[in-house]
């Protein structure tokens, strides 16, 4: 089972999962021509993702699945909710609904979403497992809640939204009405919520963990890397970072 991220933040997000022969895509940000050259870096080619999964239908998460399922052929695969809110953009994609609280399969992979709190009608995050190891994906949330909590215990590998330094969105220059929604309940998880969500899992199996969907204009890499290294105990820089432009390369569990 390995793992790599196309990209991740506020213009775009796409997830690579692979377990034997079968991989999806978790989000599909960028639109087909992008999106190609993307998955080239990785050593992969549209053809080889068998599905997406939609977390919710935001633009930088959403905006290129329908384009891309026209495109590819992909099977795309969302809550009732993420569709209907997604209407506008569908075609003759292939649909395929995901129950929030109910676990399922693609080819080697199995997978298990949970509802997350966030500004969105039906957003959800996943756990992937080849039945012995598992990754846990969790941006786009709020805050943390106790559900969460349980679904990402124990994980091999998480993916954790650091999306502000608190002060850095307190004191920068976006309206108060932006800030309030980025920093309240169904926003986005700042570096300290993130950490405190990792102190609160069963961290004994991990071997990767990487901060995500990082702010450009409300936070900076070493401040999401001290906060997680702080509850670890190891170096800063062990802490991973997915990056806008650059995603990052695969990880093996």
């Not at 996943?126 to 106790?146: E, I, P, Q, Y």
Request: with cysteine; hydrophobic share 45%.
């Amino acid at each position: 089972m390995r793992f790599a991220s196309l990209g991740s933040g506020s213009r775009g997000n796409a997830l690579v999962v692979e377990v034997g022969s079968t991989r999806v895509l978790l989000d599909a940000g960028f639109g087909p021509r992008e999106m190609t050259r993307r998955l080239a870096r990785q050593g992969l080619v549209p053809a080889d993702i068998a599905a997406v999964l939609v977390t919710h239908e935001h633009a930088d998460h959403a905006g290129g699945a329908f384009s891309c399922g026209r495109s590819f052929g992909w099977e795309i695969r969302l809550t009732h909710g993420t569709l209907a809110a997604c209407q506008a953009r569908r075609g003759a994609e292939k649909i395929e609904l995901v129950d929030s609280q109910a676990s399922f399969s693609i080819g080697e992979i199995e997978v298990q979403p949970f509802p997350v709190p966030h500004d969105a009608r039906e957003p959800v995050q996943f756990v992937f497992s080849n039945g012995d190891r598992r990754l846990g994906v969790l941006t786009d949330a709020g805050h943390v809640t106790a559900h969460i909590v349980a679904q990402l215990d124990a994980c091999d590998a998480l993916v954790l939204e650091c999306n502000h330094s608190a002060a850095m969105l307190a004191e920068g220059p976006y309206p108060a009405a932006l800030k309030r929604r980025i920093g309240g309940p169904w926003g986005h998880l700042n570096n300290e919520a993130a950490a405190s969500l990792l102190a609160r899992v069963g961290r004994s199996r991990l071997r990767h963990v990487l901060a995500a969907h990082l702010s450009d204009e409300n936070n900076r890499p070493v401040f999401a890397q001290e906060a997680l290294a702080t509850v670890l105990g190891c170096k800063p820089d062990w802490i991973g970072i997915a990056t806008q432009d650059e995603g990052f390369a695969w990880r093996d569990l």
